[in-house]
């Protein structure tokens, strides 16, 4: 049965309206639709990885008549000019897409030209709500980008606070904009729950999905309108690409999220889509060892005298982890934890560590660790981070997929070399 149905589709090309990812592999398992979503042989030699096309241009029969109508990476539309379709980025966009289940994918340079994207869909004046403990980067953007050029305004809202949500919303409110888990205290929104406030205000719903990725958490079958990643982060999985998507299953949506594509110009070079498409074929393979090792690195933190708390979704410590359980399949990679001391305690841990690298970013199969306040969220207001319980003792890490027992031995010998510097 299996070795026809893949004869099939080996034999006959799927018209390019079905052959837009998912829906050809719907039935599939997930790391089975990462696999091949998009990456059928190609058709004119055979080759089993989809080529790297760099060229910018393509040559018209006629003019007006576009080439490549038939193959499902033009979507149908055939072949112009790379910044609006290439042929490495359609197989990328069709991966995406089923690896978030949807109908559709579209791929940025960067995480923020993605969020930009979204930004543009609601025009000037447009009120937006966000959950207060967004990424530093979405908040610099909606805060410094577009209240001053664009006119838009923003309420910072704590999602677990439903009503408060709700309270929120005004007549000029265009967009919900939810990230969980949060970053870096890992607060966990209720997704359905935050859809239903949406359907209810008729508003654009969008879940940037980053830090469970697709394997743990699909927000669109939870009742988001759209999700976006940082391919940066676990989709690449490699810290080798600067990326973006976003997913969605409404063909409206994706007619004017392509527009703006097209119109922005923020796309990714055909080399990211090919580099970020080989990430994606392993990321249910990733994800799971991410998983694995954060638990006992958490359980490991936990059970350590130097460690004041730990915040991580899959331990029963954490306030909502039954939530966690039931709309994540998954804990994911990141753990967040409070050292006993101070700043320079934080500091002697992380200056410690062997295996975990002190960077910025998260989500690679290198384990890395950091300071929010002073690094990746620097740029939220002080008080704001008083607020968020972002002070110095916050270590953040991204659990990489080294040898579980060489992480937990890293991480304790630099919480003893720490506390004997108190
Ligand atoms: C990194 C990140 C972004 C921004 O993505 P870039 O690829 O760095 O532009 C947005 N949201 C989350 C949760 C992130 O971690």
């Known amino acids: 049965?299996?070795?026809?149905?893949?004869?099939?589709?080996?034999?006959?090309?799927?018209?390019?309206?079905?052959?837009?990812?998912?829906?050809?592999?719907?039935?599939?398992?997930?790391?089975?639709?990462?696999?091949?979503?998009?990456?059928?042989?190609?058709?004119?030699?055979?080759?089993?990885?989809?080529?790297?096309?760099?060229?910018?241009?393509?040559?018209?029969?006629?003019?007006?008549?576009?080439?490549?109508?038939e193959l499902p990476s033009s979507f149908g539309k055939g072949f112009e000019y790379s910044r609006t379709g290439n042929p490495t980025r359609g197989c990328y966009e069709m991966a995406v897409a089923a690896a978030e289940k949807a109908a559709f994918g579209l791929a940025f340079s960067s995480g923020m030209s993605a969020i930009a994207a979204c930004t543009h869909l609601l025009g000037a004046g447009a009120h937006v709500v966000s959950s207060d403990d967004v990424y530093g980067g979405t908040q610099r953007?909606?805060?410094?980008?577009?209240?001053?050029?664009?006119?838009?305004?923003?309420?910072?809202?704590?999602?677990?606070?439903?009503?408060?949500?709700?309270?929120?919303?005004?007549?000029?409110?265009?967009?919900?904009?939810?990230?969980?888990?949060?970053?870096?205290?890992?607060?966990?929104?209720?997704?359905?729950?935050?859809?239903?406030?949406?359907?209810?205000?008729?508003?654009?719903?969008?879940?940037?999905?980053?830090?469970?990725?697709?394997?743990?958490?699909?927000?669109?079958?939870?009742?988001?309108?759209?999700?976006?990643?940082?391919?940066?982060?676990?989709?690449?999985?490699?810290?080798?690409?600067?990326?973006?998507?976003?997913?969605?299953?409404?063909?409206?949506?994706?007619?004017?999220?392509?527009?703006?594509?097209?119109?922005?110009?923020?796309?990714?070079?055909?080399?990211?889509?090919?580099?970020?498409?080989?990430?994606?074929?392993?990321?249910?393979?990733?994800?799971?060892?991410?998983?694995?090792?954060?638990?006992?690195?958490?359980?490991?933190?936990?059970?350590?005298?130097?460690?004041?708390?730990?915040?991580y979704p899959g331990l029963p410590s954490h306030p909502q982890h039954a939530l966690a359980t039931e709309q994540m399949s998954g804990y994911g990679g990141m753990i967040t934890f409070w050292i006993e001391g101070g700043l320079d305690q934080a500091n002697a841990f992380m200056e410690n560590l062997r295996l975990f690298q002190l960077a910025e970013s998260l989500g690679a199969v290198e384990s890395l660790a950091e300071s929010p306040a002073i690094m990746t969220h620097a740029s939220v207001p002080a008080e704001d981070r008083a607020k968020l319980g972002i002070d110095d003792t916050l270590v953040r890490l991204s659990v990489g997929c080294e040898h579980v027992d060489d992480l937990v031995a890293d991480v304790a010998q630099a919480l003893d070399a720490a506390s004997r510097t108190l």
């Open 1 to 69: 049965m299996m070795a026809i149905r893949a004869a099939t589709r080996r034999l006959a090309p799927r018209s390019p309206a079905s052959a837009r990812g998912f829906a050809s592999y719907e039935h599939d398992n997930f790391g089975t639709r990462v696999i091949h979503a998009g990456q059928d042989p190609d058709p004119l030699t055979g080759a089993v990885v989809p080529p790297l096309v760099l060229a910018t241009t393509y040559a018209q029969k006629r003019a007006g008549t576009l080439t490549g109508t």
């Open 141 to 311: 953007y909606f805060r410094k980008v577009c209240s001053p050029q664009m006119n838009q305004t923003f309420s910072f809202v704590d999602m677990t606070d439903l009503a408060a949500v709700e309270a929120s919303i005004t007549a000029d409110t265009k967009m919900l904009w939810v990230e969980t888990p949060s970053n870096p205290t890992l607060k966990l929104t209720d997704i359905a729950a935050i859809a239903a406030i949406a359907k209810r205000h008729d508003v654009l719903y969008v879940v940037d999905n980053t830090f469970m990725s697709p394997y743990f958490q699909n927000p669109l079958d939870l009742g988001a309108d759209v999700v976006m990643h940082s391919v940066t982060k676990y989709m690449n999985g490699h810290s080798d690409v600067v990326g973006g998507v976003l997913a969605t299953n409404c063909p409206k949506l994706e007619e004017d999220l392509r527009f703006i594509q097209n119109g922005l110009g923020g796309v990714p070079a055909p080399f990211d889509c090919y580099m970020a498409l080989r990430g994606l074929k392993t990321l249910h393979l990733r994800m799971q060892r991410h998983g694995e090792n954060a638990m006992a690195v958490a359980e490991a933190l936990e059970a350590h005298a130097f460690v004041s708390k730990v915040a």
